[in-house]
Nanobody
Framework: QVQLVESGGGSVQTGGSLRLSCAVS????????MAWFRQAPGKERERVAF???????IYADSVKGRFTISRDNAQNTLELQMDSLKPDDTAMYYC????????????WGQGTQVTVSS
């Protein structure tokens, strides 16, 4: 059974850091495409970071240089290191996964809230 469980969200002040983690069961993170998405109230869901099975990473322009996506194959987790946080980063953050042959992400976590105050 596939399960993705996020943790690590919280409240920080502008300029602070948080590290999100997504514990995965049911498949190996090294073989799937993994991503972090976020959605703020009244806004569309946005993909903020992606990591392919070969390790290629892609970031949204809004987080480039501040966020780092990585995976721990031994622990079977996906991570998102978020530095220099801004109030605009406030959102619910979700990890998602898809097999390389699929266009859509069929697997999602329940989300973890990140709140950045000024």
């Amino acid at each position: 059974q596939v399960q993705l469980v996020e943790s690590g969200g919280g409240s920080v002040q502008t300029g602070g850091s948080l590290r999100l983690s997504c514990a995965v069961s049911g498949f190996s993170v090294s073989t799937y495409y993994m991503a972090w998405f976020r959605q703020a109230p009244g806004k569309e869901r946005e993909r903020v970071a992606f990591i392919g099975s070969a390790g290629m990473t892609i970031y949204a322009d809004s987080v480039k240089g501040r966020f780092t996506i990585s995976r721990d194959n031994a622990q079977n987790t996906l991570e998102l290191q978020m530095d220099s946080l801004k109030p605009d980063d406030t959102a619910m953050y979700y990890c998602a996964a898809k097999p390389p042959w699929k266009n859509e992400y069929p697997y999602w976590g329940q989300g973890t809230q990140v709140t950045v105050s000024s």
